[in-house]
């Protein structure tokens, strides 16, 4: 992870902007630089990843043109080789490339990009700003205008909070040039679904996601997984201890007393023969360690915050006590092959349509989750289920194949690696427990409690009108309302809503975020 700000004019002097600016300093702790355009500031605290050395510090320049990124581009070796033909290269750097690609083919070289990066280029022809975000929005960034008008952008909502009135996040897959956001992919919308059966899309889902992994395993600096047992996490472990062909380092995290998923990430640890670390946490650091995470974070969402106690702390613990510098993921596969309560889909279209929602959102809350819970901790976080292609075809396929008619959540992904051996079968056929709830199903009790001794019923019923926005239905919405405020004073439009199931469809008109609430969570949790 790197830090990057930019910032159209000189409205604030260097001086200024620079505590702004340190507020992200953990994304990039090893070198940081400020440098004046013609025009205004680009700024780059860096986490060195890919060209360990100094010449892979940015910002780049070439012919009066710099830009920053926060990112990975994928598949940048064969890119950099046509392009040595015209262009030199100082560093290891896969970000050394962008301003030649800029150079070559203008704003059409973000949909050339497979990767998932946040940048912003100062253009000197026009003396201004370009920036763009991944299609998905893996990568944070945000923007806002000064009290003159100019335009401003950074990598998390808190380096502009103070500078600028409103704070919005920029939109996945745009770029912004010349004073326009422009969409530059869309990943979602599928004008004609593939015509493959079941066993040529299991195959595919396979293949592309085995890709997806490999590229992701390309680092100069030490790598480690977090492994929560479930079959997400798990497949990624798996896969990449096969491709690497030597042990890999796994990182689980559970409470202190009733963690549900530890034991199934050991079983997967010890078939795969991984170098495993359990984190145990307990109630009394939870509420120690909310307001940080809630300030971390930037929402007020509820299941984005529970989900996150649990992965900050493990992070936290991988952060001080080793070397690991890059973590595999194992986010996306829900919004792509469904939750507990996409079961009760009514239609196949309703499937798709929820799946594009979910994964047009997901820059505001698993997304969001996983990039601060391991950039507040000076590591990267790659995603292969975010991987491009892979998402792009897993969309393409015929929901009616996606639905659940299988008895079993995410068939499709299973049946892809049945045959493959990959894990124990009780692992690859395990019902799915949610992240928040498998840490154990005391921490979110714990965080229920806590609100319900913080408020009286009238206090609440007080405090909760405050809001027009998104009003908290419950003591644990107000208590994170709160403390998100108290960060991001008049910013909650950030998050467009409670991360919530689809209260529309039968037996998803629930009032929390959790699965246990479902009709159909049965044995997940056990």
């Not at 206090?459 to 998104?470: A, G, I, Q, S, V």
């Not at 998050?495 to 009032?511: A, H, L, Q, T, Y």
């Amino acid at each position: 992870m790197c830090s990057i700000m930019g910032f159209s004019k000189k409205t604030y002097t260097k001086e200024e902007i620079q505590p702004y600016f340190d507020r992200t300093k953990s994304r990039g702790p090893d070198m940081s630089r400020i440098i004046e355009t013609p025009s205004g500031y680009l700024c780059f605290h860096r986490l060195a990843i890919m060209g360990l050395t100094e010449a892979g510090m940015q910002p780049f320049e070439l012919d009066g043109d710099y830009v920053v990124c926060n990112g990975e581009i994928y598949g940048f070796r064969p890119l950099k080789r046509q392009l040595s033909e015209k262009y030199e290269f100082k560093s290891g750097s896969d970000c050394e490339i962008l301003l030649p690609l800029f150079h070559e083919y203008g704003l059409s070289m973000f949909s050339r990009l497979d990767a998932e990066f946040a940048l912003i280029i100062y253009d000197s022809m026009t003396d201004s700003l370009v920036a763009a975000r991944d299609p998905i929005g893996i990568r944070p960034l945000f923007y806002g205008y000064d009290k003159d008008g100019a335009i401003m952008f950074a990598s998390e909502a808190k380096n502009l909070v103070g500078l600028c009135d409103e704070v919005c996040p920029f939109p996945p897959g745009h770029y912004y040039a010349y004073g326009k956001f422009i969409r530059y992919a869309d990943l979602t919308t599928v004008k004609k679904y593939t015509t493959d059966d079941l066993e040529a899309v299991c195959h595919n889902i396979r293949n592309k996601l085995i890709a997806g992994v490999d590229k992701r395993l390309d680092a100069d600096a030490p790598l480690g997984f977090l492994l929560s047992g479930g079959l997400d996490s798990s497949l990624v472990c798996a896969i990449s201890s096969l491709i690497l062909g030597k042990k890999i380092r796994t990182f689980a995290i559970g409470m202190d007393k009733d963690a549900i998923d530890l034991k199934y990430a050991r079983e997967v640890a010890d078939y795969i023969g991984a170098d495993h670390t359990e984190v145990f946490m307990t109630r009394q650091q939870v509420l120690d360690s909310l307001e940080e995470v809630i300030a971390m974070l930037g929402t007020w969402d509820i299941t984005t915050i529970r989900a996150s106690m649990g992965m900050y702390l493990c992070c936290k613990a991988i952060h001080e006590q080793t070397d690991i510098r890059v973590l595999l993921t194992g986010e996306i596969s829900d919004e792509l092959f469904g939750y507990k309560y996409t079961d009760f889909a009514p239609s196949a279209q309703a499937f798709q349509d929820e799946a594009k929602k979910r994964v047009d959102e997901l820059y505001m809350y698993d997304v969001l989750r996983a990039d601060r819970c391991i950039s507040v901790n000076s590591l990267e976080a790659r995603v292969p289920f975010g991987d491009l292609d892979f998402v792009k075809y897993v969309m393409s396929i015929d929901p009616k194949l996606k639905l659940n008619t299988y008895d079993m959540g995410k068939y499709l992904l299973r049946h892809a690696f049945e045959n493959d051996h990959l894990l124990p079968d009780d692992i690859l056929w395990r019902q799915k427990a949610a992240f928040s709830d498998a840490v154990g199903h005391s921490m979110v009790d714990d965080l229920k409690a806590y609100a319900e001794e913080k408020y009286t019923d009238e206090e609440f019923e007080t405090l909760r009108r405050k809001y027009d926005y998104c009003p908290p239905f419950t003591k644990e919405s107000l208590l994170y309302r709160e403390i998100f405020e108290k960060y991001y004073p008049g910013q909650a439009p950030m998050i467009r809503d409670f991360w919530m199931p689809n209260k529309s469809w039968e037996g998803c008109n629930v009032n929390d975020p959790s699965a246990r609430v479902l009709a159909n969570y049965g044995a997940s949790g056990q």
